[in-house]
């Protein structure tokens, strides 16, 4: 049986304005409830940048998105959504 | 460190200054240690540069950094805030305690006036005061430190003229609930907690802290925070918890982390920031990271304005007698009577000489009057400057020794003929020191001026340094701490900062690299370089071609990891940055009133030490009184031997009172005979001496002068040796001097540079500085980044000399070029008199007790330039009538100490490695009570120690003398032999202690088994020990060996064309093409060498100088720096005065050996080296195979040299390969001596 990463990012549609997502995925954000930066694994060749924000979509749900900044692996520079 | 005060920068901050919206409140310097990676400085210069008006340091339970930062941070405009973030114990919760103790969360706290700054020292001191906790059984072991921490109670009870901020995000005293939750407030108890704190601090004074550090739950936590200021009627105010100046150093911060927590990067994250949000930003940038607290940030700029409080401003502190009105007159009475005493009537002449006579009676009467007006010509100073007290402080302090001293050495030992300790320094230079024994040496006989000591335009605090063996300051340090009382007696802090080796050693373990990778690059990094460190690192990755791989070729082929690149530039980051807190090597302070007003005290890792948190600097910015205890290395050893001397001939020793004309002595020195003496004993000295040539103590103050910074950088040396040898031709030889005011003030160093003092002496001579303004140019040169200081002292130096001298333009300027040049470190006067006293007392116990001396040098190790194992080489070298034959570890001879034994040294058993010195002395107390041991099952039996000990003790070769080849019992007998015959029972001896030794001892502490003297069958038919690894074996378990040396069993397989020993170099002309095989005892590359780098070889017959080129070490560095056995080839290099003596070919010099007899010039000789190889490689049956492979392959000759001891493999001994040669010897060489680490005195 093969193993599946949990929560894995997946790539997401985000539309920004002023630096923050005010879409994702089609879905209009009602509210922003936190913004964080992991910034990790510098030492390596797979170096992690990332700001997240977690927030609150049209429909009620909560939502958590990242940008990469690395501007390398799987999507340069790209949105990822993640489970909250 | 960069440091660039004054720059646009730094004014385009100034500039924003006026408008920024946030003042730091919270930052970490380096003093955090290993949670913070800028030195005060950086963060000053930086909070400059980003426009901020103040700057807050509070490092956790430290103010280490603060005094530095209160006197930076005035040069780049910034104002000083100083505090600290303090770990207050909790109750453990489920998780339990932390490591090392409680639980702690933390506080800010921030000084407002100085009661604040009382109250911060005292909360500091509590906090640290258990960190040492536990009982010793020796007050010489080191205490475990452990985590500081301290009560909230003790917090609150000290609060008066403090602000107390409620902490950091991840740790704040009541935000514990709130950690990892998403909302919600602070619990009961955080809430009960935070009352406490405002009752105590009151509303005025505490703060609710806010961080923003972009992690998840920020926004939630600081609303939750903002409700509970609300409820306990208290403000908000923002803080950035700074751990970096710079984002280039975000990356050290995750490491230091790592390194903190013994971890590595890849296992630390949860223990990290998980992001690099802590550097310092712009006050915009940080108001703008809490757009929904705006007060909290405006509440910044208020409580800044508030805490004013000024570290730089008088704290309070006096030492004692500062103020005592009848100091000046007990002084004056203490000396006038000293006087008469030493310069009256009767007075016994002083240690010291003058042109080679013995001083103290100069003409009686002359003296006394001279040493009455200068003595009271220095009252008067002293008088002026009100430092009485300050003399009669140190007196005190020497008395206090004096009791010491007769504790330690005992009353009726020969040492109690001698002081208790010495002076050293400038201090020497006083005739007030000398007459309060604060100094040996008669600076009126000595013609020591005072300037550089003491003048009247002097502020601040003069120096006085004293030195004291070894036993007496371990005494003495505990005894000044009751005397002055425990809370007004400290040591001095020191702060060791990361160095190559040790940074390459952390940090590459904290990146995941391989161990052994890692310690191959450490060991051949600069041992205390910094700079240039990508490099190595290139090379461990096998990045950079490298011509000489090493012996083991490319560590891997490839581009570097990205770990590697990481290890370069953090490695570069961390250089320089403190790692942790030390103390002083004897530094101390008393005051008047308790030290814990003025700076925190914490415990010293010594039982009965303990030591303010600042260094000599700050303590010297604070005004604080530093009295110099230091321990030295060879006063303890020439104090060993004159008690040997009394134990061996029945002689008592007082070294004050030894002839100091005896030609004897001085002959050795003209010849270089110093090896293990003190100061001239190194591969410089030893050059130098043989082109100086000393003849008197005046010439050997000088000496002890000459090889240091100053006289080099300062091009003082080459005139100097040249100008002696042309006035020992002609002495009728006229010295030029630049100008004739020099002459007075340069007569005696023959027109050159050479004492610290005679920069002061010149610039008032020829520039006509006041002498104030004299020893402001020499501290001007002996500051860091002082450009600008030092060029405004040219332009009045310049000036000075036309005006005063009347020098032209070109004079004044070349004279201060030779000022300049001096602006590194050098010896005054006084000084070298003082070091040049014990370098003549330890020559003249080497001359006239060799094996004592030799005896005293092993016992008192670690110290001087030589290991061991090549002290007792060079002893064994010398010259037949001045041999002294050197015996090894015997388990029926030895002491626990080395001894001096039918005119030959004993090698002790407290040599041996990896053994308990219990039972070395449990060994040795049994064979006195029952004789010797005659087998070794009775070995094993009556001496009761470990089984490991006697594993040593027959792998060192020490039961010998008790074991055969076939394991059969041979009696007694204690003479080392040489060659074949020596240690080949070895093996038989651990086979046959496998079955007599007790088994190992169980937890219960007992054995499981007792060991019964039982005659034990013989071993099977093990293989004989081969000579090389006898060699290892003794190097590997006691660090020397008094058998044959690597070169002496080598040699016969070395097929190098042009090979010459140490001894045939001597007679071989300049010019010459050889070859040199040696073991490396010394390395040095000295800042002063541009690159190049010296090495000491020794082979069977001496010591061979090299001098490495710098181009030649780019190609070779990594043998240079880390292989011990090597092969050079270069020019010969060969400088004799005189007649040139006997300079052969290279067939006729190899019949010559050794050293003739009487005084001769010897040749100064060097190796200029064009080529360096692992020795190994050279080896025939070795890793590149027979004659005629590889590096060999132009083999023309195979020289068999006279007295090689060219012997065969006896039968059935293992003939070791070239590769087990090297990395064998990489494994168990003996400790070297690098000149630029330098092992300590």
């Known amino acids: 049986m093969a193993a599946r990463a949990l929560n894995h990012p997946r790539p997401a549609r985000v539309r920004r304005s002023a630096g923050h997502p005010v879409e994702v995925n089609g879905e209009a954000v009602e509210s922003l409830r936190e913004s964080w930066l992991v910034e990790d694994r510098w030492w390596t060749a797979a170096p992690l940048r990332r700001r997240y924000w977690e927030l609150v979509g049209e429909r009620g749900r909560n939502l958590v998105v990242f940008h990469d900044l690395t501007g390398g692996g799987d999507a340069p520079g790209g949105w990822f959504v993640q489970s909250p | ?1241």
């Open chain 2, 1 to 1241: 460190m960069p440091l660039a005060a004054g720059s646009s920068r730094a004014r385009e901050g100034r500039e924003l200054a006026s408008t920024a919206p946030y003042v730091e409140l919270h930052c970490h310097s380096a003093y955090s240690f290993l949670d913070g990676v800028s030195l005060p400085v950086e963060l000053a210069q930086r909070a400059g540069e980003l426009g901020y008006e103040a700057i807050a340091l509070t490092d956790h339970n430290s103010v280490s950094g603060s005094m530095e930062l209160a006197v930076v941070a005035k040069e780049h405009g910034v104002r000083a805030i100083h505090g600290a973030e303090i770990d207050v114990a909790v109750d453990a919760g489920p998780s339990g305690p932390g490591r090392g103790g409680p639980a702690t969360r933390h506080i800010t706290l921030l000084v407002r006036d100085e009661r604040g700054w009382r109250n911060l020292c005292r909360i500091i001191t509590l906090a640290h005061a258990h960190t040492r906790g536990g009982s010793d059984p020796s007050p010489s072991q080191r205490r475990e430190l452990g985590d500081p921490s301290v009560d909230l109670a003790a917090v609150l009870d000290h609060a008066e003229g403090l602000v107390c901020l409620t902490g950091c995000a991840g740790r704040s005293l009541i935000g514990r609930s709130l950690i990892g939750r998403s909302g919600g407030g602070p619990g009961a108890l955080e809430e009960r907690t935070a009352r406490r704190l405002l009752d105590a601090f009151g509303p005025e004074s505490l703060y609710v802290e806010l961080q923003r550090p972009y992690a998840r739950h920020d926004r939630a936590r600081n609303r939750a925070l903002e409700a509970l200021a609300r409820r306990l009627g208290v403000g908000c105010v923002a803080t950035g918890d700074v751990h970096a100046h710079t984002p280039a150093r975000a990356e050290l911060q995750d490491a230091f982390v790592a390194i903190r927590h013994h971890t590595t990067l890849d296992a630390s994250e949860p223990l990290r920031r998980g992001n690099h949000s802590h550097v310092m930003s712009a006050p915009r940038a940080m108001a703008s990271r809490f757009p929904e607290h705006p007060e909290a940030v405006r509440e910044t700029l208020r409580l800044a304005e508030q805490l004013s409080f000024d570290l730089t401003k008088d704290l309070g502190y006096r030492y004692p007698g500062a103020e005592d009105e009848s100091a000046s007159r007990r002084l004056a009475e203490l000396c006038r009577m000293r006087l008469e005493e030493r310069y009256g009537p009767g007075a016994l002449p002083a240690p010291g000489v003058r042109g080679g006579q013995a001083i103290g009676r100069k003409a009686a009467g002359a003296a006394h009057a001279e040493a009455q007006a200068r003595l009271e010509q220095e009252l008067r100073v002293i008088d002026r400057l009100g430092l009485a007290g300050f003399f009669l402080l140190h007196h005190d302090m020497l008395e206090l020794s004096r009791e010491v001293a007769l504790e330690v050495r005992g009353p009726d030992s020969v040492r109690a003929l001698l002081a208790p300790g010495r002076g050293r320094g400038s201090s020497v230079s006083s005739l007030v020191c000398y007459l309060t024994g604060l100094s040996h040496i008669d600076p009126i006989a000595s013609r020591l001026a005072l300037g550089r000591f003491l003048h009247e335009d002097l502020r601040g605090l003069p120096d006085i340094d004293l030195d004291f063996p070894r036993d007496i300051r371990e005494k003495l340090i505990p005894r000044v701490h009751e005397r002055y009382g425990h809370d007004r007696a400290a040591l001095v802090a020191a702060f060791p900062t990361f160095r190559a080796r040790g940074a390459i050693r952390e940090l590459g373990k904290v990146l995941g690299l391989p161990a052994g990778e890692i310690e191959r690059l450490a060991r051949g990094a600069d041992r205390y370089g910094g700079a240039g460190m990508s490099s190595e690192h290139d090379i461990a990755a096998g990045r950079e071609p490298v011509e000489d791989p090493g012996p083991h070729g490319p560590a891997e082929g490839g581009a570097p990891s990205e770990r590697w690149r990481w290890l370069a530039r953090l490695t570069e980051q961390a250089y320089g940055l403190p790692r942790h807190l030390s103390q002083h090597p004897g530094g101390m302070i008393v005051a008047t009133r308790p030290l814990i007003d003025c700076c925190p005290v914490v415990p010293a890792a010594m039982e009965g030490r303990q030591m303010v948190q600042w260094d000599k600097d700050s303590c010297g910015d604070a005004g604080f009184l530093k009295i110099d205890l230091l321990g030295l290395g060879m006063l303890s050893a020439v104090e060993r031997c004159v008690d040997e001397i009394a134990r061996v001939h029945g002689e008592r020793i007082d070294l004050s009172r030894i002839p100091f004309d005896d030609q004897d002595t001085f002959r050795a020195i003209r010849a270089a005979d110093t090896v293990g003496v003190f100061q001239i004993e190194s591969r410089a000295q030893m050059q130098s001496l043989l082109r100086t040539r000393p003849k008197n103590f005046e010439d050997l103050t000088i000496q002890v002068a000459i090889v240091r910074p100053g006289p080099i950088q300062g091009g003082a040396i080459n005139p100097y040796i040249e100008r002696r040898r042309r006035l020992r031709e002609d002495p009728a030889y006229e010295i030029p001097y630049e100008h004739p005011a020099l002459e007075p003030v340069l007569r005696e160093t023959l027109g050159t540079i050479i004492f610290q003092d005679q920069v002061m002496q010149v610039a008032e001579a020829f520039a006509g500085f006041t002498p104030g303004e004299a020893d402001g140019l020499r501290r001007a040169m002996s500051r860091k980044r002082s450009h600008e200081m030092l060029q405004r002292q040219r332009e009045r130096f310049i000036e000075g000399a036309m005006q005063h001298a009347g020098a032209d333009q070109g004079t004044a300027e070349r004279v201060w070029t030779m000022v300049e040049g001096f602006a590194g470190f050098g010896f005054p006067k006084a000084h070298s008199a003082a070091f040049g006293l014990l370098a003549y007392q330890s020559t003249w116990l080497r001359v006239h007790y060799g094996p004592e001396f030799l005896c005293a040098l092993l016992n008192e190790q670690p110290m001087g330039f030589y290991a061991p194992d090549s002290l007792v080489r060079e002893a064994k070298n010398r010259s037949p009538s001045n041999r002294i034959a050197v015996l090894g570890l015997d388990v029926n001879a030895s002491s626990v100490q080395c001894t001096v034994e039918d005119g030959g040294v004993r090698i002790g058993l407290g040599y041996i490695k990896d053994v308990a010195t219990a039972d070395v002395q449990a060994l040795v107390a049994e064979r006195l009570r029952g004789g010797p041991f005659r087998s070794l099952g009775e070995l094993a039996a009556r001496s009761g120690v470990r089984r490991r000990t006697l594993e040593q003790l027959a792998w060192s070769g020490a039961c010998d003398g008790i074991t055969t080849d076939e394991g059969t019992q041979m009696g007694t007998g204690t003479q080392m032999g040489t060659g074949t015959q020596m240690g080949t029972g070895r093996r038989a001896a651990l086979w046959q202690l496998g079955l007599a030794t007790p088994g190992e001892t169980t937890s219960g502490g007992e054995a499981t088994q007792l060991a019964l003297p039982f005659e034990l069958p013989g071993a099977p038919g093990l293989r004989p020990l081969g000579r090389w690894q006898r060699l290892i074996a003794d190097y590997s378990t006691s660090g020397l060996t008094v058998g044959e040396h690597a070169l002496e069993i080598l040699r016969p397989r070395l097929t190098v064309p042009l090979l010459a020993t140490s001894a045939q170099l001597p007679r071989l002309p300049t010019g010459y093409e050889v070859a040199v095989a040696g073991l490396v005892i010394a390395r040095q590359r000295p800042g002063t060498a541009h690159g190049t780098m010296f090495l000491l070889f020794e082979d069977e017959f001496g010591t061979v100088n090299l001098i490495v080129p710098k181009a030649v070490y780019d190609r070779h560095r990594h043998l240079a720096r880390a292989e011990p056995l090597l092969l050079a080839r270069g020019r010969l290099e060969r400088w004799q005065e005189g007649p040139q003596g006997n300079v052969w070919s290279m067939s006729e010099a190899r019949t010559a050996h050794g050293q003739p007899e009487g005084e001769q010039i010897r040749p100064v000789v060097n190796v200029i080296v064009r080529e360096l190889a692992a020795l190994e490689r050279y080896l025939s049956g070795g890793v590149e195979g027979a004659a005629g492979d590889g590096p060999v392959a132009d083999s023309a000759r195979v020289h068999h040299l006279p007295g090689s001891h060219d012997v065969a493999p006896a039968d059935g001994e293992e003939q070791v390969q070239g590769s087990e040669v090297g990395s064998s010897m990489r494994a168990a060489v003996p400790p070297m001596q690098s000149f630029g680490g330098g092992r300590r005195r």
